[in-house]
């Protein structure tokens, strides 16, 4: 039997409820991204009520078997569109994120949920928990932009 991991010292410090967004350095701040995947997952925005519906239709980049993207330090050289999400962009960008989101509770000054990697140690924790949308997603170039609004889903939660 393998002995218990050790928590790195990122972890162990509780960064996330001492330190503004705005004042975490780039580790930190990448660590704060439990992995779900659903910031990958194409929305579509109601003109009218600004209302922002997932639909299953995942970027071109993301690995639905790994919940990862395939090239995330140079996904915006592929995908110019994609959001760089900073701690001076969050605020423009919360309304969208998932309700789940790490920098969006945050930003929105609450609590992370008690599956959180940064919390449990273990992205798999996320994982069993269904937050994440591993293994339920289609690639968008399978799909035409027209048809999206056939694909809109719950979000896992």
Known sequence: MAPPKKKSSIFANKFW?????????SEEWEAL??????????KIEDEE???????????RLFS?????CN???HRNDH???C???????IKENAYWLPSTCAYKLLYEKKQLPVWHPLLTGNKETMHRAGISIKGATISEK???EDDWENFIIPEPK
Do not use: M, W
């Not at 409820?17 to 350095?25: A, D, G, I, Q």
């Not at 991204?33 to 194409?42: E, R, T």
């Not at 009520?49 to 970027?59: D, S």
């Not at 959001?83 to 962009?89: A, E, M, N, V």
């Open 17 to 25: 409820e001492t330190k503004p967004l705005e004042s975490l350095n």
């Open 33 to 42: 991204c439990d992995g779900c995947g659903k910031c990958c997952l194409n």
């Open 49 to 59: 009520t600004g209302k922002v519906f997932l639909t299953r239709i995942a970027c």
């Open 64 to 68: 639905d078997e790994n919940c990862l």
């Open 71 to 73: 090239d995330y330090e």
């Open 79 to 81: 995908v110019p569109e």
């Open 83 to 89: 959001i760089k999400l900073t701690p001076t962009t």
């Open 142 to 144: 399978s799909v035409n």
